[in-house]
């Protein structure tokens, strides 16, 4: 059973917005910090943004002032809000616990990509 399951990716024009969720187990989502990862063609996966279990969100610069991250407490849920898309924002999006070490296992993720 899946602990983390991602959703919400989709095929968007260079300026739109998508908002992806991650539906989380209660164990995971009531006592971890949550964090959004993506991995674009050819590239090494990387982190986007986390939320701690007290919802203090925290960005990494290239996402800063672009795309939101937050909680739903009601849905064992975590969103990553992506606005001002861009096409170099296209990959595979993935959510998991930070930090995540090399032998962590990872969902399906959700793909989004970004059309110019």
């Known amino acids: 059973q899946a602990h983390l399951v991602e959703s919400g990716g989709g095929l968007v024009q260079a300026g739109g917005s998508l908002r992806l969720s991650c539906a989380a187990s209660?164990?995971?989502?009531?006592?971890?910090?949550l964090g959004w990862y993506r991995q674009a063609p050819g590239k090494q996966r990387e982190l986007v943004a986390t939320?701690?279990?007290?919802?203090?969100?925290n960005y990494v610069d290239f996402v800063k002032g672009r795309f939101t991250i937050s909680r739903d407490t009601a849905k064992n849920t975590v969103y990553l809000q992506m606005n001002s898309l861009k096409s170099d924002d296209t990959a595979v999006y993935y959510c998991?616990?930070?930090?995540?070490?090399?032998?962590?296992?990872w969902g399906q993720g959700t793909q989004v990509t970004v059309s110019s």
């Open positions: 939320i701690t279990i007290g919802g203090r969100p």
């Open positions: 209660l164990s995971i989502f009531s006592s971890k910090t």
């Open positions: 998991n616990i930070p930090p995540v070490s090399p032998f962590a296992s």
